[in-house]
């Protein structure tokens, strides 16, 4: 009697632990954001295959990134618009998802030379979004289930907004970059400005602020090293020249920062 206790009690409790047939039916009921989920996890692997180039060329693995991250985005644009419409008003749309904007990104250096920091954001927004839908299908399997991988997704939701910053001062910096990629041979005479075009559409993402509140910090950075008293006149000069030049460059849209919205 005690012996068929313990079994069906020890069965009760399996199931808790992985449970792997809600698992499989959560797959069948999500395909697109498993399959966005598996992509991104690929993208991470290819991004280290590029610097630790064990499985193949590191050149290989860094256009496989770039494509691996194309892939994800076109599938968030067909997520959010659905069919594709022939209209102004649905390119309009289309033009403001931060989806198109990374598609976008990936485009671009997709037909310049390996450049190491393109990677980055690339990179960091698979870990963000992989880890987010990690944590959902480790609550499908069970609460308890993976607490290792559950420490390691926590520390990356605690360490978000640090990252989102990253990748928005990334994105700034990526601009001068690609200017240096046109004098080295590396990257056509269209880069840089098809490079802002795309940084243009970041600031005035609706969804995501950070790239306008860093543009708004780095400003402010440069504005008060250029006040100090003991700082040298060509050098105040020199930052107040690029501040200016950058104002005058931003996009008329947006004005001041926003605060970021959950």
């Given amino acids: 009697m005690s012996d068929n206790a313990s079994s069906s009690s020890s069965s009760e409790q399996r199931p808790r632990g992985l449970n792997v047939d809600a698992l499989k039916q959560h797959v069948l009921v999500h395909k697109i954001d498993c399959g966005l989920w598996a992509m991104r996890i690929l993208t991470v692997f290819f991004t280290f295959g590029y610097f630790l180039p064990i499985f193949g060329s590191a050149q290989n693995a860094y256009y496989k990134a770039l494509i691996a991250n194309a892939a994800i985005n076109a599938l968030r644009l067909h997520q959010r618009l659905g069919r594709v419409r022939l209209s102004r008003e649905f390119l309009a ?103 802002y075009h795309f940084l243009t559409q970041r600031y005035t993402s609706r969804r995501n602020p950070y790239n306008r509140n860093m543009f708004y910090e780095l400003r402010v950075l440069l504005e008060r090293t250029a006040a100090k008293p003991k700082m040298p006149s060509f050098v105040k000069a020199a930052l107040l020249g690029i501040v200016n030049f950058t104002v005058k460059l931003a996009p008329p849209q947006v004005v001041q920062p926003q605060q970021h919205q959950q």
Avoid: K
Avoid at 127 to 136: G, K, Q
Avoid at 156 to 175: D, G, H, K, P
């Fill in 93 to 195: 749309e289309l033009l403001m998802e931060d989806s198109c904007h990374y598609l976008f990104y990936s485009m671009i250096f997709l037909y310049v030379a390996p450049l190491t920091l393109v990677l980055l954001p690339v990179v960091l927004f698979a870990i963000l979004h992989a880890a987010s839908y990690s944590l959902t299908l480790l609550d499908t399997m069970g609460q308890n289930s993976w607490w290792g991988a559950r420490l390691l997704i926590s520390l990356v939701e605690f360490q978000s907004l640090n990252i989102l910053r990253l990748i928005a001062f990334t994105e700034i910096i990526m601009m001068p970059l690609t200017v240096l990629f046109v004098l080295m041979g590396r990257a056509s005479l269209l880069t840089p400005f098809i490079y």
